[in-house]
T-cell receptor, first 115, second 114 residues
């Protein structure tokens, strides 16, 4: 079974600074997808960024980028120019490329932005 | 396009009762997944439906069941409620059942069992 581990329960960063959230995963599969989701206090899960395992190039979405290290099974999220609206729980998630839409989530990292 | 909707948003039930939660996916989406979120266990996959068929089921007891209708709307049912069933139940829909199709989440149903 696949597992996802987020070793940082909480992180904080000054507004406008850069922060990196860590995520490692365990799988025996070679084809899969990785995601970072954001859950603000409203509880609405929002997709931040996704990475296909077969792509070597790291995904970027505006201020959000990932460092995907397939051999090390590592998938970190970098948030540049942090904004107050970035404050939320961030979840790393894994989904197999085979079959159903089952996401395996990490335990989450609570990110606080200090003004 | 309207997002994923879940009803009701909040629910209070007593131990032993049963409950039905509803999820309406984004128009055109055929895959609906359900997740349970608790402080202790985090986010756990319950099941996924695609074209009215359950394609995958998480490690939950048989008290948890679901179904999907021809219009892709989905319901999940929990029978004989236990205190530990108190959680936020999230529904997510996607256009198709495979590939990198993004899953869109609803706002959740907060279930409290007393």
């Amino acid at each position: 079974a696949q597992t996802v581990t987020q070793s940082q329960p909480e992180m904080s960063v000054q507004e406008a600074e850069t922060v990196t959230l860590s995520c490692t995963y365990d799988t025996s599969e070679s084809d899969y997808y990785l995601f970072w989701y954001k859950q603000p206090p409203s509880r609405q899960m929002i997709l931040v960024i996704r990475q296909e395992a077969y792509k070597q190039q790291n995904a970027t979405e505006n201020r959000f980028s990932v460092n995907f290290q397939k051999a090390a099974k590592s998938f970190s999220l970098k948030i540049s120019d942090s904004q107050l609206g970035d404050a939320a729980m961030y979840f790393c998630a894994y989904r197999s490329a085979q079959g159903a839409q089952k996401l395996v989530f990490g335990q989450g990292t609570r990110l606080t932005i200090n003004p | 396009k309207a997002g994923v909707t879940q009803t009701p948003r909040y629910l209070i039930k007593t131990r032993g009762q049963q409950v039905t939660l509803s999820c309406s996916p984004i128009s055109g989406h055929r895959s609906v997944s359900w997740y349970q979120q608790t402080p202790g266990q985090g986010l756990q996959f319950l099941f996924e439906y695609f074209s009215e068929t359950q394609r995958n089921k998480g490690n939950f007891p048989g008290r948890f069941s679901g179904r999907q209708f021809s219009n892709s709307r989905s319901e999940m049912n929990v029978s004989t409620l236990e205190l530990g069933d108190s959680a936020l139940y999230l529904c997510a829909s996607s256009l198709l059942g495979t590939g990198t199709y993004e899953q869109y989440f609803g706002p959740g149903t907060r279930l409290t069992v007393t």
